[in-house]
């Protein structure tokens, strides 16, 4: 587990324009049993979070559609959250940093660390406005 301190910056990355923290496996449950459209962050201490998943996500934020939901958790520090939300993306395998769409609980798009890492912010959220686009 990483230290409060230390992750403390990297989660109001994403909690200053609105997302919301699941810190449980029933937090992800309910979270995503809301009818709507659902994004889930799984935010990392990595470099790529950082330089391209966090801004990326942020960035997509200011299309016309975006989701009703925004939630994250945290890979090495909520365990337990994370399993349950990975769980919830299969056939995906486990990732961080990842991105997850959810419509009405269904998982509808999917952005890996492979999508993340190497690519700039800007075309994360390109990915993501797209997938707004459709599915929002």
């Known amino acids: 587990m990483y ?12 909690t200053r324009v609105g997302f919301e923290e699941l810190h449980t496996p029933e937090a992800v449950d309910a979270a995503l049993a809301k009818e709507g459209t659902t994004l889930v962050v799984v935010n990392s201490v990595c470099g790529c979070a950082a ?8 960035m997509s ?4 559609k975006k989701p009703d939901h925004l939630v994250t ?9 994370v399993t349950r939300a990975r769980e919830l993306m299969v056939p995906f395998p486990p990732s961080s940093p990842s991105m997850a769409l959810f419509k009405d609980g269904e998982l509808v798009h999917m952005l ?3 999508h993340i890492e190497g690519r700039p912010a800007e075309l994360i959220a ?11």
């Open 112 to 114: 890996e660390r492979h």
């Open 61 to 64: 934020l200011q299309n016309a």
């Open 51 to 58: 330089a391209n998943a966090r801004p990326g996500a942020r």
């Open 73 to 81: 958790v945290f890979a090495g520090v909520d365990f337990d959250a």
């Open 126 to 136: 390109e990915n993501l406005v797209d997938a707004y686009n459709e599915y929002c």
């Open 3 to 14: 230290p409060a301190e230390l992750v403390k910056p990297m989660r109001e990355d994403l």
